[in-house]
């Protein structure tokens, strides 16, 4: 197993929210040193997780999942990955919802997310 696939699979389902919002960054930005060969299985698994945390999650607390998934989908777009072209509706029709909510401006994370 990868370290992304223990990570995935061990911590990014703890209990604690600190060690969930670490998880969740850090994969993202792990996902740049996956192989090409498992690029693309990656992230059809990390995609649609991304996604429910921000369902989860409190909207203060959605930051680190944001800069997971831009990571990872900087990762996608810079090997012009064909797993990308696949999740984009589905990325589009999470996140729209998000982007049109006003942030809440007594919360500084709110805003850094939005």
Request: aromatic share 8%; proline share 6%.
């Amino acid at each position: 197993l990868s370290a992304t696939e223990v990570i995935y699979a061990n911590w990014l389902q703890n209990r604690e929210p600190k060690v969930r919002h670490a998880v969740a960054e850090s994969l993202g930005v792990m996902s740049s040193l996956v192989p090409d060969s498992a690029f693309d299985a990656n992230m059809n698994k990390f995609i649609p997780t991304y996604l429910a945390m921000y369902k989860k999650e409190k909207r203060a607390d959605h930051l680190p999942v944001s800069q997971g998934l831009s990571a990872l989908l900087q990762a996608a777009s810079n090997r012009n990955s064909a797993a990308l072209e696949f999740q984009l509706t589905v990325i589009l029709q999470a996140l729209h919802p998000l982007a049109c909510r006003a942030p809440d401006f007594r919360n500084p994370s709110t805003i850094k997310n939005h």
